[in-house]
């Protein structure tokens, strides 16, 4: 299954009700009758009090939303969204200060770096919705390959990041390459999509920003790694499959 997956940003001169309620009552409805498409949820973004060191609150704090749409395999997804892409209807403020990012990712585990852990979903209920995942693009820089950059981040950087206080659950998916074949217009640039999940705010803030653990430095310099990042609870707060 391959899973289409957006970070969101509203443009800054609306109102924030009003851009939710196009998006999840205009836009929603039309890309829901998107061909093959298997599934379709979104989650509002969660804020951040605080940050760490090498962040900011409002880089934190950027995103309004991320959305994922599911296709059985990169032939459906060409199908459904180079193909026979539906009409959309602009908002009614137009589209100038709409910002967002994809990747691309294949459902599955990934690499999981706390064996054990509950898998993505498997919170339900309110400690489901208190449930924090940080979310991150990651994009390995000029100064290095992205070789360079795996065994970095996955032989470094991840090992001491997964002794974070308070780490429920920490995964990670390679970017699902575009076959040859396959036609469109909107490549990833990002290498990585991985997620860190923590009880609630308070567990994050206590083991990313008040014990930050030490960060090794990757041998090819600084930085390590060019990132995007969100906060979302574990239930999305809309599957526009199941809700209509």
């Known amino acids: 299954m391959l899973r289409w997956v957006f970070f969101l940003r509203f443009p800054e001169h609306v109102a924030k009700a009003d851009a939710e ?3 999840a009552g205009t836009h929603a409805a039309e890309a829901r009758t998107l061909r093959n498409l298997r599934r379709y949820v979104s989650w509002r973004a969660k804020k951040a009090k605080v940050a760490p060191p090498w962040t900011t609150v409002d880089r934190l704090n950027w995103w309004d939303r991320v959305t994922e749409l599911w296709f059985d395999d990169w032939a459906a997804w060409e199908d459904a969204a180079v193909t026979n892409v539906p009409a959309y209807t602009a908002p009614p403020y137009g589209w100038p200060g709409f910002h ?13 770096f706390l064996p054990g852990s509950p898998p993505a979903g498997a919170v339900t209920g309110p400690a489901g919705e208190r449930l924090a995942r940080w979310l991150f693009l990651l994009r390995y820089g000029e100064n290095t390959t992205e070789e360079a950059g795996e065994s970095w981040y996955l032989g470094t950087h991840t090992q001491e990041a997964k002794h974070m206080r308070g780490l429920a659950r920490y995964v990670s998916w390679k970017a699902s390459p575009r076959p040859a ?3 469109g217009s909107m490549p990833s640039r990002w290498h990585r999509l ?9 567990a994050w803030e206590d083991g990313a920003v008040q014990n930050m653990p030490h960060w090794t430095p990757p041998p090819y310099g600084q930085p390590g790694f060019l990132s995007e990042t969100v906060f979302t609870c574990e239930e999305p707060e809309f599957d526009f499959l199941r809700d209509v």
């Open 100 to 112: 967002s990012e994809t990747i691309f990712i294949e459902d599955g585990p990934g690499e999981v």
């Open 181 to 183: 074949d396959i036609t």
């Open 194 to 202: 991985t997620e860190l999940a923590f009880e609630d705010m308070a």
């Open 21 to 23: 309620r196009w998006y």
